[in-house]
């Protein structure tokens, strides 16, 4: 098979780039920041490990997301990963809700400014390290300062939908 490499039009190649990486799946996670800024979460599919000595993992959100403000004033965030069962929470923090985000019955703050989803199949608390500007996008890069982990298999997402993981038996 082969393919053919053109220069395209800068909306077609923005559509072509989505198209592309959304081939990949991905984690679906909360990103939460608590302090002076308020306490802030959102949904977020961009993040990555960028190092493993220091630990440090980085968070892509849009620069209109009002939890980018709160990240650089708060300075603290955690990262939740969701398992499968937490889908319900996509739309709690994926909507306009003035309802509370953060029941106490499922999430802790153990360390101020980086509220913990309990039963979330991985959740990092990072203190900001850096912060960047690429297009669209505020780069977080957080320095990890604690790490909870939990039986479960993650909530995915491809192609703007939800996706099963299936894991491979053992032979």
């Known amino acids: 098979m082969s393919s053919i490499v053109e220069a395209l039009p800068a909306t077609l190649m923005r559509n072509s780039f989505i198209r592309a990486l959304e081939r990949g799946v991905t984690s679906v996670h909360i990103v939460a920041t608590s302090g002076m800024a308020g306490k802030q979460g959102a949904i977020c599919v961009a993040v990555q490990p960028v190092s493993t000595s220091p630990a440090l993992l980085m968070v892509s959100l849009h620069q209109a997301n009002p939890l980018c403000d709160a ?12 398992s499968e069962q937490q889908k319900s929470l996509v739309k ?14 499922i999430w802790t703050e153990e360390r101020p400014g980086a509220p913990r989803l309990d039963a979330a ?6 203190a900001l390290h850096s912060q960047f500007e690429a297009g669209t996008q505020q780069l977080f890069i957080g320095e990890a300062l604690n790490v909870h982990i939990h039986p479960g298999m993650p909530l995915a997402w491809q192609a703007r939908q939800f ?3 299936q894991r491979d038996l053992p032979a």
């Open 71 to 82: 990240i650089n004033k708060n300075r603290l965030f955690s990262v939740n990963t969701l």
């Open 92 to 105: 709690t923090f994926s909507s306009d809700s003035e309802g509370d985000r953060f029941d106490p019955a």
């Open 121 to 126: 199949i991985a959740s990092i608390e990072c």
């Open 163 to 165: 996706v099963l993981l």
